[in-house]
């Protein structure tokens, strides 16, 4: 049944090339965000292959299966963040984009993908109009709830020209790590094309393949991201579908991402130097070379065996070990190391859709904070991307003599003395 909702790549989605190399494959592993209800077994739970490759003529990174996106997202558990670190980058995305295209008073901004609303509603803050287009309906619900006008569709050539129709042409197509989810990408470009301004900005954020392969971020592989973009390749894609790179942006968010925008090729705005500094470092770091890919497997593989082999370590010598932050990263690394119930006690979330169900494959209960009454020894830290912010928040638990293991790129422990520094 489930091999039903998966289509397999034959031809690069970015440049059109059938040449792969093989990166990595981490078997089957379960749908990041399907979380379940708990039960005694789950003989019917879903896994799809989870394998990566790499397009040896444009250097795309991609996934191997595509899972049917009406799987994936008609109903969705993921919400945007509501950290401080979350809040302030979204703040800073309304920043640097009016201040790098002078956006005006009441330009419209269209985001795809657009969750709960939280990005839009700084925009709205900042006096655009705003419009999501997300095809979760559960999310595009709360969205409305909050103010926020949403589409509840995939974002398409015709998506796009109902959303012109309705609201004119756009000053911003914004879209935050929602890309790398797209198979169809020629579509979706046909439809920024239709809905932006002759001078508007497209604008993508998205998980920079550069921070993947060095800070070794292998966790971040799972079926929704379909791809892991250099600023090369998205250059190329833009290229082929009228558009033209302006700006790049590289930001820390997400364990290292990129803020990449563009224009319709004969737009009014120049092409920034950066973004060819960029693209030559790319070529001069080997990143066009099967090398550097097949360097990065062995990492993953080592890595793996260290932090399965330290949780099972603490947890022999009679210690607990929980997990922290249900995130969708931590689906992957939770399967492909092998950490299941029988080593982590538990996986505490803010995030009510998560709270109550059980994590994908490897079933271990999700709790509310205010439903942990014995805190473990140490806890994995699944959300390592807010590791600072985590820690800081959690000194009590520090000083008291519990412990963090952060996983990536290499499992290091941090106890009070080195998180208090």
Not at 6 to 12: E, I, N, Q, S, W
Not at 122 to 138: L, S
Not at 344 to 361: E, H, L, M, N, S
Request: proline share 5%; with cysteine.
């Amino acid at each position: 049944m489930t091999e039903d909702a998966v289509r397999f790549v034959t031809r690069c989605r970015v440049c059109g090339a059938g040449e792969w190399q093989e990166v990595i494959s981490f078997g089957r592993v379960p749908l990041a965000n399907g979380f379940l209800e708990p039960a005694a077994t789950y003989p019917d739970e879903p896994a799809y292959p989870l394998e990566v490759v790499s397009c040896r003529s444009c250097r795309l990174l991609s996934l191997t299966a595509v899972v049917d996106p009406q799987v994936l997202y008609r109903t969705y558990s993921y919400v945007t963040s509501d950290s401080e670190t979350m809040a302030r980058h979204l703040r800073e995305v309304v920043r640097l984009l009016r201040d790098r295209f002078a956006l005006p008073a009441n330009a419209l901004v269209v985001e795809l993908g657009s969750n709960t609303g939280d990005q839009l509603l700084a925009f709205r803050a900042a006096g655009a109009r705003v419009v999501g287009v997300d095809p979760a309906r559960n999310l595009a619900a709360i969205a409305e709830d909050r103010g926020v006008p949403t589409v509840p569709e995939y974002f398409d050539s015709a998506t796009a020209r109902a959303v012109a129709d309705e609201h004119g042409k756009a000053a911003l197509i914004l879209g935050r790590h929602v890309f790398a989810h797209i198979d169809d990408l020629a579509d979706v470009l046909a439809g920024v094309r239709e809905l932006l301004a002759e001078d508007g900005v497209f604008t993508v954020e998205v998980p920079y393949a550069v921070d993947l392969l060095e800070g070794l971020a292998f966790d971040t592989i799972y079926h929704e991201h379909l791809s892991y973009f250099l600023i090369s390749t998205l250059d190329t894609l833009f290229a082929r579908h009228g558009l033209r790179t302006l700006h790049v942006e590289r930001l820390a968010v997400h364990g290292g991402s990129v803020l990449v925008s563009a224009g319709h090729a004969e737009g009014p705005w120049p092409t920034g130097r950066g973004v060819g500094e960029l693209i030559e470092r790319e070529r001069s770091g080997g990143l066009f070379d099967d090398a550097a890919y097949t360097e990065f497997a062995a990492r993953v593989r080592d890595t793996c065996a260290r932090l399965s082999n330290l949780v099972r370590r603490l947890t022999s010598d009679g210690r607990t070990v929980a997990a922290y932050g249900a995130s969708a990263k931590g689906t992957t690394l939770l399967n492909v190391c092998g950490l299941s119930s029988e080593e982590i006690a538990f996986c505490t979330d803010t995030t009510p859709q998560k709270q109550g169900r059980v994590t994908p494959g490897t079933h271990i209960p999700v709790l509310a904070p205010e439903a942990v009454t014995a805190p473990p020894d140490y806890y994995l830290l699944l959300a390592w991307n807010y590791a600072e912010e985590i820690m800081r928040k959690e000194s009590d638990y520090l000083r008291a003599g519990g412990g963090f293991v952060v996983p990536v790129p290499e499992p290091v422990v941090h106890a009070w003395t080195e998180a208090g520094r």
